[in-house]
């Protein structure tokens, strides 16, 4: 592993079963983030975690949950998935001390 | 609303031209960063601004920033068609790491 890797690629889900999106990073960041982009809206921010066993609310949270149980992994879950979930989802890290965040390929999930 | 607002949010130029982008905020932040991002792909980090500057180089790219006008414009010299993709402003508002995206800038680069 180099970098970040998300799990799926892509997924086709029915409204309202569950679904958990992974996320690894193998460079000890201890920064993670979930991002959704939409067409015309750029990215925008699910949740986050500044260090293993902290997580944030993000701007766009609600439906979601996450967990950092340690550092390398920060999955996203979506407990009751609804169609306006249907998204790319970006998960990034970022040693905190120098900002720049780096992104997995991302998941294309679509909500039917 | 969003944080940074790019404009304009698509430019079209010939290779070898110059792209300026510009990035607004709204808010006072900690630092100002561009990202970039291939069709279909991840955002990658090309410059990152702190908020006590007001120019950067990186290779062809330079970026300026105008915290008196809440502003930041990224220019990209002697363009090729590699450039084309999405451009993105971000900001860091805060003492969190979170940063919060604009809706980004397509550049089409024409061969």
């Known amino acids: 592993i180099a970098g970040i890797t998300q799990a799926p690629t892509s997924q086709i889900l029915a409204a309202g079963r569950r679904m958990t999106l992974r996320c690894t990073q193998d460079?000890?960041?201890?920064?993670m983030y979930w991002y959704r982009q939409d067409l015309g809206l750029g990215l925008r921010l699910i949740h986050y975690s500044n260090t293993a066993g902290t997580t944030g609310k993000g701007e766009v949270p609600d439906g979601y949950s996450v967990s950092r149980a340690n550092t390398d992994d920060f999955p996203l879950t979506l407990a009751s998935a609804v169609p306006s979930q249907t998204s790319v989802y970006f998960c990034a890290s970022s040693d905190g001390y120098r900002d720049t965040q780096y992104f997995g390929p991302g998941t294309r999930l679509t909500v039917l | 609303s969003q944080q940074g607002e790019e404009d304009p949010q698509a430019l079209s130029i010939q290779e070898g031209e110059n792209a300026t982008m510009n990035c607004s905020y709204k808010t006072s932040i900690n630092n100002l960063q561009w990202y970039r991002q291939n069709s279909g792909r991840g955002l990658v980090h090309l410059i990152l601004?702190?908020?006590?500057?007001r120019e950067k180089h990186s290779g062809r790219l330079r970026v300026t920033l105008d915290t008196s006008k809440k502003s930041s414009s990224l220019l990209i010299t002697a363009s090729r068609a590699a450039d084309t993709a999405s451009y993105f402003c971000a900001t860091r508002v805060d003492s969190s790491y979170k940063l919060i995206f604009g809706s980004g800038t397509r550049l089409l680069v024409r061969p």
């Open positions: 460079m000890r960041h201890n920064a």
């Open positions: 601004i702190r908020s006590n500057e």
